[in-house]
């Protein structure tokens, strides 16, 4: 889930750094997949809160497929019906593939890591990396470039043998 952000000067500096550092993100991806004997690909997927049940994701994905087609007033009924229910966030995940072995790597999560410090998934509220940040307000592209290509680096070499 999304790192939740607890104050607007944070909130301007994560919009600062997540599209770099999904850029980056990719490219470090690309490069290692250049160097490895793993096979890529890119996919969206939907995110649901841990607690949906399938029922539960089933009705939803029904309601909002009804939503296309529905009159002003049902599409009213509608939203406010999914109003009280989980709604997924949409991801983006790589998937690597090696003979047999498959392995799924959600980049949001590589740029939460990123761009927050200590950043886990565990914890819902993230402070900002203020070290990715320059003197001047602006992206430090060089640290940016040095954390996530170490990250990067880092989820390879945990791949299964």
Known sequence: ???????????????LLMQPAFIRVVDNIRKQLDASA???TYHDVLIWPPSTTDEMKALVTRLLQEM??????????????????????????LQL??????????????CYQVCFANYSPEND?????????????????????????????????????
């Open 1 to 15: 889930m999304p790192p939740r952000i607890t104050n607007p000067v944070a909130w301007q500096q994560a919009e």
């Open 68 to 93: 296309e087609s529905a009159t002003p007033e049902q599409a009213d009924e509608l939203r406010d019906t999914l109003s009280r229910l989980p709604m997924p966030h949409p991801g983006y995940h």
């Open 97 to 110: 593939q090696r003979q047999e072995q498959k392995v799924s790597i959600d980049l949001w999560e590589l």
């Open 125 to 161: 509220i993230a402070d900002i990396d203020t070290s990715l940040i320059d003197e001047l307000g602006e992206v430090d592209w060089q640290h940016l470039e040095n954390k996530t290509k170490d990250l990067v680096t880092q989820v390879f070499a945990n791949l299964p043998d």
């Open 38 to 40: 793993w096979q890529g």
